[in-house]
């Protein structure tokens, strides 16, 4: 069974401080991995993906990396802002014959202004 | 463009009680994916449809059942509600079984 762990669960920086957010897999036979924001009570928007032929993806201030081999990605945001508060989520998936996305419990971002 | 679109919102039942969720995928996907994401915790897997038929099923009970319809379309139904079952329900589709999954705003259901 895949279990996705997000280290750390909650973090508050100031506002310009560059956010580091780390996500950890057991199996490392996944198709592919998403990074997902989440505002309270909110459904999940898509930031990043990555194929597990890629080491990374960048969008604007974002950039994900993957390492399969150990289990782990990386999101990094810079140059944080006040609206890039809100909970990001990892998720992995699907595996071969096993269409599911399984999730972390996300990490939980206050960017103080 | 149109993107995942759920109804209702917001539901409150009470314990016993059925409830029908609904999903539209976004346009031009043909798979739909339903988590379920209790307060704190990451969404879960319920199931997943293609092709009119249950796929693949996550660790939930009989008592949650879905469709598909030919338009992609999708019920999730929860019978005998319990309040553990307050919950927000994620619908996601996609292209295909493998691909990118996009998911909807959820419907948050209260169970009393």
């Known amino acids: 069974k895949q279990e996705v762990t997000q280290i750390p669960a909650a973090l508050s920086v100031p506002e310009g401080e560059n956010l580091v957010l780390n996500c950890s897999f057991t199996d490392s036979a996944i198709y592919n991995l998403q990074w997902f924001r989440q505002d309270p009570g909110k459904g999940l928007t898509s930031l990043l993906l990555?194929?597990?032929?890629?080491r990374e993806q960048t969008s604007g201030r974002l950039n994900a990396s993957l390492d399969k081999s150990s289990g782990r990605s990386t999101l990094y945001i810079a140059a944080s802002q006040p609206g890039d508060s809100a909970t990001y989520l990892c998720?992995?998936?699907?595996?071969?014959?096993?269409?599911?996305?399984?999730f972390g419990k996300g990490n939980q971002v206050v960017v103080i202004p | 463009d149109a993107g995942v679109t759920q109804s209702p919102t917001h539901l409150i039942k009470t314990r016993g009680q059925q409830v029908t969720l609904r999903c539209s995928p976004k346009?031009?996907?043909?798979?739909v994916s339903w988590y379920q994401q209790a307060l704190g915790q990451g969404p879960q897997f319920i199931f997943q449809y293609y092709e009119e038929e249950e796929r693949q099923r996550g660790n939930f009970p009989d008592r949650f059942s879905g469709h598909q319809f030919p338009n992609y379309s999708s019920e999730l139904n929860v019978n005998a509600l319990l309040l553990g079952d307050s919950a927000l329900y994620l619908c996601?589709?996609?292209?295909?079984?493998?691909?990118?999954?996009?998911f909807g705003p959820g419907t948050r259901l209260t169970v009393l």
């Open positions: 346009s031009g996907h043909d798979t």
């Open positions: 998720a992995v998936g699907p595996l071969r014959g096993n269409n599911r996305l399984a």
């Open positions: 996601a589709s996609s292209l295909g079984t493998l691909n990118e999954q996009f």
């Open positions: 990555i194929q597990s032929s890629q």
